[in-house]
Protein backbone atom coordinates (compact mmCIF):
# COMPACT_ATOMS: atom_id res chain seq x y z
CA UNK A 1 0.00 0.00 0.00
CA UNK A 2 1.48 3.37 -1.02
CA UNK A 3 1.60 6.42 1.26
CA UNK A 4 -0.57 8.20 -0.37
CA UNK A 5 -3.56 4.86 -0.46
CA UNK A 6 -2.91 5.17 3.69
CA UNK A 7 -3.26 8.76 3.84
CA UNK A 8 -6.80 8.33 1.65
CA UNK A 9 -7.68 5.29 3.85
CA UNK A 10 -7.04 7.40 7.05
CA UNK A 11 -9.47 10.24 5.78
CA UNK A 12 -11.96 7.80 4.55
CA UNK A 13 -11.74 6.27 8.14
CA UNK A 14 -11.86 9.81 9.96
CA UNK A 15 -15.31 10.62 8.09
CA UNK A 16 -17.00 7.25 8.57
CA UNK A 17 -16.42 8.87 12.24
CA UNK A 18 -17.01 11.98 11.63
CA UNK A 19 -20.43 10.72 9.92
CA UNK A 20 -21.61 8.29 12.78
CA UNK A 21 -24.54 8.38 15.24
CA UNK A 22 -24.74 8.15 18.26
CA UNK A 23 -26.02 4.42 18.22
CA UNK A 24 -22.33 3.79 16.07
CA UNK A 25 -20.27 5.83 18.45
CA UNK A 26 -21.23 3.96 21.24
CA UNK A 27 -20.23 0.55 19.12
CA UNK A 28 -17.17 2.15 17.98
CA UNK A 29 -16.14 2.79 21.85
CA UNK A 30 -16.92 -0.65 22.87
CA UNK A 31 -14.88 -1.86 19.60
CA UNK A 32 -11.57 0.19 20.63
CA UNK A 33 -11.48 0.85 23.84
CA UNK A 34 -13.13 -2.75 25.24
CA UNK A 35 -16.18 -0.93 27.38
CA UNK A 36 -18.73 1.01 27.08
CA UNK A 37 -18.43 5.42 26.98
CA UNK A 38 -19.88 6.38 30.20
CA UNK A 39 -23.00 7.81 29.85
CA UNK A 40 -22.98 11.22 29.59
CA UNK A 41 -20.44 11.63 27.02
CA UNK A 42 -21.67 13.92 23.97
CA UNK A 43 -21.42 12.49 20.66
CA UNK A 44 -19.04 15.31 19.13
CA UNK A 45 -16.64 14.25 22.23
CA UNK A 46 -16.63 10.44 21.31
CA UNK A 47 -16.00 11.05 17.95
CA UNK A 48 -13.17 13.52 18.68
CA UNK A 49 -11.76 10.59 21.05
CA UNK A 50 -12.24 7.91 18.76
CA UNK A 51 -10.44 10.54 15.93
CA UNK A 52 -7.88 10.81 18.49
CA UNK A 53 -7.23 7.22 19.20
CA UNK A 54 -7.22 6.66 15.46
CA UNK A 55 -4.67 8.74 14.55
CA UNK A 56 -2.44 7.93 17.80
CA UNK A 57 -2.62 4.35 16.37
CA UNK A 58 -1.81 4.87 12.45
CA UNK A 59 0.54 7.94 13.02
CA UNK A 60 2.22 7.28 16.58
CA UNK A 61 1.19 8.31 19.80
CA UNK A 62 2.88 10.52 22.47
CA UNK A 63 6.32 10.53 23.69
CA UNK A 64 7.12 9.01 26.67
CA UNK A 65 7.33 12.45 28.62
CA UNK A 66 3.78 12.82 27.60
CA UNK A 67 2.88 9.66 28.70
CA UNK A 68 4.34 10.54 32.29
CA UNK A 69 2.97 13.81 32.43
CA UNK A 70 -0.42 11.97 31.71
CA UNK A 71 -0.10 9.82 34.39
CA UNK A 72 0.96 12.26 36.81
CA UNK A 73 -2.09 14.44 35.89
CA UNK A 74 -4.16 11.55 36.05
CA UNK A 75 -2.88 10.65 39.77
CA UNK A 76 -3.65 14.71 40.86
CA UNK A 77 0.23 14.99 40.83
CA UNK A 78 0.11 17.58 37.45
CA UNK A 79 2.48 19.92 39.20
CA UNK A 80 5.09 17.55 39.40
CA UNK A 81 5.47 17.31 35.27
CA UNK A 82 5.01 20.87 34.23
CA UNK A 83 8.51 21.07 32.23
CA UNK A 84 10.38 24.25 33.24
CA UNK A 85 9.86 26.76 29.97
CA UNK A 86 13.22 28.34 29.60
CA UNK A 87 13.51 29.82 26.10
CA UNK A 88 16.70 30.73 24.33
CA UNK A 89 18.06 34.08 25.26
CA UNK A 90 16.56 33.54 28.98
CA UNK A 91 19.06 34.45 31.92
CA UNK A 92 18.92 32.33 35.24
CA UNK A 93 20.15 34.45 38.31
CA UNK A 94 20.93 31.94 41.65
CA UNK A 95 23.25 33.65 44.60
CA UNK A 96 24.92 30.40 46.22
CA UNK A 97 27.34 30.47 49.28
CA UNK A 98 27.91 34.01 48.59
CA UNK A 99 28.25 34.71 45.32
CA UNK A 100 26.09 35.76 41.95
CA UNK A 101 25.78 33.22 39.38
CA UNK A 102 24.29 33.76 36.17
CA UNK A 103 23.40 31.60 33.32
CA UNK A 104 22.12 32.27 29.96
CA UNK A 105 19.84 29.73 27.78
CA UNK A 106 21.34 29.35 24.56
CA UNK A 107 20.29 27.09 21.60
CA UNK A 108 23.37 24.83 22.15
CA UNK A 109 22.89 24.88 26.12
CA UNK A 110 23.52 26.93 29.41
CA UNK A 111 26.22 29.43 29.31
CA UNK A 112 27.75 30.06 32.67
CA UNK A 113 31.21 31.84 32.95
CA UNK A 114 32.04 31.33 29.13
CA UNK A 115 31.23 27.57 29.45
CA UNK A 116 28.52 25.87 27.86
CA UNK A 117 26.53 23.08 29.82
CA UNK A 118 24.12 20.34 28.51
CA UNK A 119 21.50 21.08 31.09
CA UNK A 120 21.09 23.22 34.26
CA UNK A 121 21.36 19.81 36.17
CA UNK A 122 24.98 20.10 35.13
CA UNK A 123 25.30 23.35 35.37
CA UNK A 124 24.12 23.31 39.43
CA UNK A 125 26.68 20.37 40.01
CA UNK A 126 29.30 23.14 38.85
CA UNK A 127 27.88 25.25 40.78
CA UNK A 128 27.54 23.19 44.11
CA UNK A 129 29.99 20.08 43.77
CA UNK A 130 27.04 18.26 44.34
CA UNK A 131 23.85 16.44 42.63
CA UNK A 132 20.93 18.60 42.18
CA UNK A 133 18.44 18.90 40.02
CA UNK A 134 18.95 22.15 37.30
CA UNK A 135 15.48 23.28 37.54
CA UNK A 136 15.31 22.83 41.02
CA UNK A 137 18.55 24.39 42.10
CA UNK A 138 17.33 27.43 39.96
CA UNK A 139 13.71 27.97 41.26
CA UNK A 140 11.99 26.43 38.20
CA UNK A 141 10.13 23.94 39.82
CA UNK A 142 7.49 24.00 42.77
CA UNK A 143 8.89 22.84 46.38
CA UNK A 144 6.82 19.99 47.52
CA UNK A 145 5.13 19.86 51.06
CA UNK A 146 5.65 17.28 53.26
Not at 12 to 34: S, Y
Not at 113 to 139: E, N, Q
Amino acid sequence: MSARSKVLDLDAELERIVQTDRAGAIKAWKTTFKSAPPKYLSLPFMQRVLIHDLQCRRLGSHTVATRRALKLALEGRGDECVAPLVGEGATLVREWNGRIYRVEATAEGYVLDGKTYASLSAVARHITGARWSGPRFFGLTPVRSA
